[in-house]
């Protein structure tokens, strides 16, 4: 199947500072990629759908401002969790859906977890 | 919200038969089921998906009702591998993305 890779996979840094998460749909072109957050025992909830070449669609009650996402191409998207606070860290996936196809099938990155000290 | 409601949990001895129940009474008629499931601290995994038909592939089999607002997902040789949580989902048509519900936690105890 399709194959969607994150990176980097885990990532710690100091509260105030930028972290920039990248996804990547290998081979497959993905006009459409969506980003994921997860909380420890939590679901998975959705934060925003990233749109190639147009600006990414935020969920209700996540700043855009702050989870800045950018999907420059077709194989690519990013999201920066900017000034970054503890209560930031998360594990966050990201997906993409194979154009080629119509059954509606998403596939899932392998996850980043952002640790926020 | 997600459109599914599954047990919170289940447990299943080691080398037995998994079964998962799903339910999604408000699936249309064009909109397939799909099942994940997502082993600690990775991504969700595909399982398998359908729409009608009862389905099988190297991983799971899928039960799905005759009248399409249940589905049943079958690990037929359950293994330790296999915990993890289950996600049954009836994902809107078109590019949406996917709704997560809770899903069930399945537990394999030797």
């Known amino acids: 199947g399709a194959v969607v890779s994150q990176h980097p996979s885990w990532v710690i840094c100091k509260s105030g500072t930028s972290v920039k998460i990248e996804c990547r749909s290998l081979d497959f072109q993905a006009t459409t990629m969506f980003w994921y957050r997860q909380f420890p025992k939590q679901s998975l909830m959705l934060m925003a759908t990233?749109?190639?070449?147009?600006?990414?669609?935020?969920e209700q009650g996540v700043e855009k401002d702050k989870f800045l996402i950018n999907h420059a191409s077709l194989t690519l998207s990013t999201l920066t969790v900017t000034s970054a606070h503890p209560e930031d860290s998360s594990f966050y996936i990201c997906?993409?859906?194979?154009?080629?196809?119509?059954?509606?099938?998403?596939?899932f990155g392998e996850g980043s977890r952002l640790t926020v000290l | 919200d997600a459109k599914t409601t599954q047990p919170t949990s289940m447990d299943c001895a080691e080398g037995r038969a998994a079964n998962l129940p799903c339910n999604h009474s408000?699936?249309?008629?064009?909109?397939?089921v799909y099942w994940y499931r997502q082993i600690h601290s990775q991504g969700p995994q595909y399982i398998i998906h359908?729409?009608?038909n009862n389905e099988t592939n190297e991983m799971a089999s899928l039960i799905i009702t005759e009248d399409r607002k249940s589905s049943t997902l079958i690990l037929p040789h359950a293994t330790l591998r296999d915990t993890a949580v289950y996600y049954c989902?009836?994902?809107?048509?078109?590019?949406?993305?996917?709704?997560f519900g809770k899903g069930t936690r399945l537990s394999v105890i030797a």
């Open positions: 997906s993409a859906r194979d154009r080629r196809t119509n059954t509606g099938e998403l596939f």
């Open positions: 989902i009836d994902p809107n048509s078109g590019n949406t993305p996917l709704v």
């Open positions: 359908g729409l009608k």
């Open positions: 990233s749109n190639e070449g147009s600006k990414a669609t935020y």
């Open positions: 408000t699936i249309s008629g064009n909109e397939y």
